[in-house]
């Protein structure tokens, strides 16, 4: 089940809440916070304009299994928000602070819109918000007012920062081109997507009629381009299928939104009968590391099958779960410990080869960070010990000169393979 079979009734209870669900308001949550946190970070900075859009809203509330009332991703937000506020004020002796949040809660389902709008008309927090005109409820299909809302940001100052949560049904409500738009015009966002890869490859399959010409209209290019070696995976729960769906969305995701970092990983549900993706997307390397240090702090919420290091997307048989044995990785101190090791392996074979040549940390992130699950700082903490063992050198970005092995790069050192690593690895 994903958010879209949720359904509301003005008077009735609110649906059971699904395990995935709560692992997505779980990192939505947190995630605005240490969003927050960062922007906000130097004491100096009074005032913070952001916009948070819920393309897919839902009522509003769930019950749990045990009977809970459990909030939806709409006053998820706003909660997260009053935190995140009153976090900065606490860190500020002299200066005040203000969050200004402007909030669009998109919902298509009459009767979905109606709780909604009473749940928000009724908490003491969002009530207040609904009477300053700071929150926004509105019906129709996001990609029918994504325009309109993305206009309605830009009018807002010069940043432009915004975080779209676009929790789905399925995988075919948001084509590619709306993300592209939004991403264009507006440097600045982020965007949280769900995608429903079981869905995909069911309707390929034959179970929904989805062609090659279907699939080119919903931005999938690389998807039509593989028709026919993709449904020939009839068994989709094989991790073989799951590598290659990966790879292939990576590509799409990419070039036809333009969003130039992301996290590709997927929500463990053991009640759920699909698997889902859960996808942050962003024009910034700082963003898809703030988040991919959640799914660290998550253990065994998310996952992905592919390798453990670098090129985590490609697939080798010699790594086949289902020859191999090994598990998938899903974040654990046991994966924790095979990524250390494997990029301990593969970060010097990624360091320039001509003599005397080098790169700074800072690009050399840039460069791989869509490639692993590891964070800036695994990264940093692996180099290193690389440049304790004489593996790598760390030179100082001013005076070029090597700093002593061991020690903490900087977001400005560079980094290069020694000379003498270099003659002996030489043909």
């Known amino acids: 089940m994903s958010k879209g079979e949720y359904l509301w009734a003005p008077g009735e209870a609110p649906p059971l809440i699904q395990d995935h669900s709560l692992a997505k308001h779980q990192v939505l949550a947190r995630y605005l916070r240490v969003y927050v946190d960062v922007l906000t970070a130097n004491p100096v900075i009074d005032r913070l304009r952001l916009a948070l859009v819920d393309g897919f809203a839902g009522g509003g509330v769930y019950r749990t299994r045990t009977g809970a009332r459990h909030l939806g991703s709409p006053l998820q937000m706003v909660y997260a928000m009053q935190e995140a506020e009153a976090e900065a004020i606490s860190k500020r002796t002299k200066k005040a602070f203000s969050l200004d949040v402007e909030y669009f809660f998109v919902e298509q389902k009459q009767r979905n819109l109606e ?39 830009q009018g807002r100052g010069r940043a432009h920062r915004a975080l779209f949560l676009l929790d789905q049904y399925g995988y075919s409500k948001v084509p590619l081109t709306t993300l592209r738009n939004i991403l264009h015009r507006l440097p600045n966002a982020e965007i949280l997507l769900t995608f429903a890869t079981d869905w995909l490859i069911d309707y390929m399959s034959g179970k929904g009629g989805v062609s090659p010409e279907r ?10 381009d593989q028709f026919d070696t993709l449904i020939s995976h009839k068994e989709h729960r094989d991790p073989r299928w799951r590598r290659l769906v990966q790879s292939v969305l990576h590509r799409n995701l990419v070039e036809q939104t333009g969003a130039r970092y992301f996290t590709p990983f997927f929500i463990v549900s053991p009640g759920a009968h699909r698997e889902y993706w859960f996808v942050h997307l962003s024009r910034h390397s700082r963003a898809r590391d703030e988040m991919t240090r959640l799914h660290w702090e998550l253990e065994n919420r998310f996952a992905h099958y592919g390798r453990n290091g670098l090129g985590m997307l490609g697939y080798d048989p010699r790594e086949d779960v289902l020859l191999s044995g090994q598990e998938m990785f899903n974040f654990s101190e046991a994966s924790s410990k095979g990524l250390i090791t494997r990029l301990a392996e593969e970060i010097p074979r990624r360091l320039p080869v001509d003599h005397g040549e080098s790169v700074a940390f800072a690009d050399f992130f840039d460069d791989i960070c869509n490639e692993t699950p590891a964070t800036n700082e695994q990264i940093r903490n692996v180099l290193a010990t690389l440049s304790r063992e004489k593996e790598i050198e760390v030179l100082d970005a001013e005076s070029g000169k090597r700093r002593a092995g061991g020690v903490r790069v900087k977001h400005s050192d560079r980094l290069r393979v020694p000379s003498q690593l270099l003659l002996i690895t030489a043909p």
């Open 115 to 153: 709780v909604l709008e009473a749940l928000l008309k009724t908490d003491p927090v969002a009530a207040g918000l609904w009477t300053r005109g700071r929150l926004h409820v509105m019906q129709g299909s996001f990609e029918s007012l994504a325009d309109g809302i993305t206009r309605r940001i």
């Open 215 to 224: 699939l080119q209209a919903m931005g999938l290019v690389d998807m039509a």
